[in-house]
């Protein structure tokens, strides 16, 4: 749950400052032969987050977080890919998901921005029908 708290937090950053703490600057790495650098904040006051970003783009490339699981701290890393300007906000159009159960990957092919949303969309859904 906490993942995809974090998940949400970086596509829509507003909140990121809320839940991530302890901010620190770490030592310089690479992502795909690219220089990038991490930024390294605390979740909950006991889980790292590693957030790298492109030195030459500044965008974000990847996040590194850990939460408990079954066979213990776990990390889940995803990878953000193929930015594209949406209206002036550049939105990353394949994103990697890795955890322990595999990888998934999404790949975007269009974006759109202050689309209206019909209301019926956030409604209940009806019950499923059962099997003949």
């Known amino acids: ?6 998940t949400a937090a970086l596509i829509f950053p507003g909140e990121i400052k809320r839940l991530l703490q302890q901010w620190r600057v770490g030592p310089p790495a690479f992502i795909d032969d690219r220089d990038v650098t991490l930024v390294q904040g605390t979740m909950n006051g006991r889980f790292p987050v590693n957030l790298y970003f ?3 783009s500044a965008l974000l490339s990847r996040t590194v977080a850990y939460a408990d699981s079954p066979v213990g701290l776990a990390p889940m890393q995803v990878d953000y890919a193929d930015y594209r300007d949406i209206n002036g906000i550049k939105f990353a159009f394949r994103i990697t998901y890795a955890w322990l159960d595999g990888r998934d990957s999404i790949v975007l092919n269009e974006i759109q921005t202050n689309v209206p949303v019909d209301e019926a969309k956030f409604g209940k859904p009806a019950p499923l029908k059962p099997r003949q």
Do not use: N, R
């Open 54 to 56: 492109d030195d030459e």
């Open 1 to 6: 749950m906490e993942g995809a708290k974090l």
